[in-house]
């Protein structure tokens, strides 16, 4: 009854790959996110859906990609993989009708090499 | 722009014992709300405890407290009798009112117990 799953959940590549994340949530929310951890554990937000509509996009470059095929799925693609793209990947999602609270997912672990 | 700030790196405290962790924000808006999460080595984001910023009553659940004072923006997290598995980072955010908004984070703090 897991509510806000990723996979992988560890992730290593060489630079250059193409790879992808995949996100679903089963609250029935209605906005999901993404936000990214560096190695200083700083967490950012990267991109909003709401309802399939992208809503927020905090100056990423655009080889991250965001796609949402419901509003249960949030994927991130990330092309020309880069060292400094190694971080924690966290999906968290909300219903933002009601100003809930985010709840997120255990993260994706992504490792450049 | 909001901003969020968590001035202690590092916080240890004894096992049993109160343990306090800061934060300080800064927005102009009136509307909008506050969180405190944990993040233990596992490193799954775990919601601690939420505050409106409407609400003058300041949050409780369980163990954990918040002391609110909106005036000065500030938001600290009061963590009694402390345990074990209370060690982890602590994050506090800001969520701005409204539809579809995004949380802006601290730093983090973490937290050791010392047995």
């Known amino acids: 009854d897991t509510a806000v799953s990723q996979t992988p959940k560890y992730l290593v590549t060489q630079m250059g790959n193409d790879k992808s994340i995949k996100c679903e949530q089963n609250?029935?929310?209605?906005?999901m996110y993404w936000y990214k951890q560096d190695s200083k554990k700083f967490l950012k937000i990267m991109f909003s859906?709401?309802?399939?509509?992208?809503?927020i996009n905090e100056t990423v470059p655009n080889r991250f990609s965001p796609k949402s095929p419901d509003k249960a799925h949030l994927n991130l693609h990330i092309n020309s993989l880069e060292l400094g793209d190694s971080a924690v990947y966290f999906c968290?999602?909300?219903?933002?009708?009601?100003?809930?609270?985010?709840?997120f997912g255990p993260g994706t672990r992504l490792l450049v090499l | 722009a909001q901003t969020v700030t968590q001035s202690q790196p590092e916080m240890s405290v004894q096992e049993a014992e109160t343990v306090t962790l800061s934060c300080t924000y800064d927005t102009s808006e009136s509307d909008y709300y506050l969180f405190w999460y944990k993040q233990p080595p596992s490193r799954q984001m775990i919601l601690v405890i939420r505050q409106e910023a409407y609400k003058q009553q300041n949050a409780t659940e369980n163990r954990f407290s918040v002391n609110f004072q909106k005036a000065a923006k500030s938001f600290s997290l009061k963590i009694s009798d402390s345990q074990l598995g209370d060690a982890a980072m602590y994050f506090c955010?800001?969520?701005?009112?409204?539809?579809?908004?995004?949380?802006?984070f601290g730093q983090g703090t973490r937290l050791t117990i010392n047995p």
């Open positions: 609250l029935g929310h209605d906005t």
């Open positions: 955010a800001y969520r701005r009112g409204g539809g579809a908004q995004k949380l802006v």
């Open positions: 968290a999602s909300s219903q933002e009708a009601s100003r809930e609270t985010q709840y």
């Open positions: 859906y709401n309802n399939k509509e992208l809503i």
